[in-house]
Each structure stands twice: as structure tokens, then as C-alpha cells.
T-cell receptor, first 110, second 112 residues
Framework: RKEVEQDPGPFNVPEGATVAFNCTYS??????FFWYRQDCRKEPKLLMS???SGNEDGRFTAQLNRASQYISLLIRDSKLSDSATYLC???????????FGKGTRLSVIA | SQTIHQWPATLVQPVGSPLSLECTVE??????LYWYRQAAGRGLQLLFY??????ISSEVPQNLSASRPQDRQFILSSKKLLLSDSGFYLC???????????FGQGTRLTVV
């Protein structure tokens, strides 16, 4: 079983739609969770950290379910500029490297 | 503020040639440093990481090596490139203890 699994997509949604991405992780000792965004042929950039209580940043909401080892990202009112690949990322302990999922591709269509 | 520099942005190298990619971080001390590779259409694969000068952990046995000669400098090398070494190489840094990592702009390597 892969450490971090994501639905690869692509998700093709119209502007204004709400879209949700899911991610599961295999290591129950994982401590930190993030969503990164990667535009085509660019480096990944941090979108948001994911906290146990869930957190929101504008149109983006991230949730963590430790019991199910499940992370989600919700994007409301999708914009064309949201088109990118969204990477689910986990860190197992303080000094260990980040483990990346393969990403979910989103295309927002006018 | 912290910045990470990675160069070159693009590289075309023949099979069997050597490789040296350099990454430097500014504005922080004793960062954790990482080299990742992303092959076309695939996820990020961790190659090496370092928690201090001269300390290198290798995740994937292959013909690549890494060195950290200075606190904020991380170098990826190969003595003889293979076609399968083509990919997008990304350097990243983080501070310790459960924090996110920040990436350089990457080097797109094509081995021909």
C-alpha cells in the first residue's frame, strides 16, 4: 500500500463549482499534513497546512480525520486560476522528509 | 526572509556525462535539505535528505549522490548519467519539527 494515496483525476469542473479532493495515508503515526499546489512545469507550493480541527483559508477548506487516516480539501466557487495539480503531503515525524501523494489534477473550465 | 536558489533551470546532457546540480538557501540556519525528482507524469520521489553538514540520507539506490559541504548548500551529482535520470529535480528546505518544506524552482534535466 502506498504511503499517501490520491485519486489522480482529472477533475473537470465549471467555474463556480465546488470540488473536493480526498487523500488517505497509511502511517498512523503521521504527525503533519499539508496540501500543496503544483502548476504545470513548476515547483510545488504550499497551499495550506491541515490541522486536526479542520481549517479554512478563503475558498479552501482542509479537514483531517485521524481515525480514518483521511485528509480532504474542498474548493468552493472554483476559478480558472485554480487549475493545477493538488498534492496531499504527510510528514511522519519532526525530522523526516515530506511524503507526497501523486496528486490530483484539477481543470476549471469557463 | 528565506529564499532558495536552484540552478540551472534547464539542462540537456548526453548519456554517460557527469552531473552537478546546486541548491543554496538564504535567510535561515541549519535547515533540513532535500532533493526530489519528478519523472514525467509521476509523483515526487525523494532522493536524498540532509539534517546537517556532511549528513546525507539516501532513499533510492541509484547512480546519483548528494553532498552538503556547507550549512546552506546541497549538491546533487552523478558520475555517468543514464537516460532514466531525465526528470524534474527539485531542491527543498524546511526547519525541523513538523513544518512544511519550500521548493526551489527546479531543474528540468533531459538526458539524450
Amino acid at each position: 500500500r502506498k504511503e499517501v494515496e490520491q485519486d489522480p483525476g482529472p477533475f473537470n469542473v465549471p467555474e463556480g463549482a465546488t470540488v473536493a479532493f480526498n487523500c488517505t495515508y497509511s502511517n498512523s503515526a503521521s504527525q503533519s499534513f499539508f496540501w500543496y499546489r503544483q502548476d504545470c512545469r513548476k515547483e510545488p507550493k504550499l497551499l495550506m497546512s491541515v490541522y486536526s480541527s479542520g481549517n479554512e483559508d478563503g475558498r479552501f477548506t482542509a479537514q483531517l480525520n485521524r481515525a480514518s487516516q483521511y485528509i480532504s480539501l474542498l474548493i468552493r466557487d472554483s476559478k480558472l486560476s485554480d487549475s493545477a495539480t493538488y498534492l496531499c503531503v504527510v510528514r511522519n515525524s519532526g525530522n523526516t522528509p515530506l511524503v507526497f501523494g501523486k496528486g490530483t489534477r484539477l481543470s476549471v473550465i469557463a | 526572509s528565506q529564499t532558495i536558489h536552484q540552478w540551472p533551470a534547464t539542462l540537456v546532457q548526453p548519456v554517460g556525462s557527469p552531473l552537478s546540480l546546486e541548491c543554496t538557501v538564504e535567510g535561515t540556519s541549519n535547515p533540513n535539505l532535500y532533493w526530489y525528482r519528478q519523472a514525467a507524469g509521476r509523483g515526487l520521489q525523494l532522493l536524498f535528505y540532509s539534517v546537517g553538514i556532511g549528513q546525507i540520507s539516501s532513499e533510492v539506490p541509484q547512480n546519483l549522490s548528494a553532498s552538503r559541504p556547507q550549512d546552506r548548500q546541497f549538491i546533487l551529482s552523478s558520475k555517468k548519467l543514464l537516460l532514466s535520470d531525465s526528470g524534474f529535480y527539485l531542491c527543498a528546505w524546511s526547519v525541523v519539527r513538523n513544518t512544511e518544506a519550500f521548493f526551489g524552482q527546479g531543474t528540468r534535466l533531459t538526458v539524450v
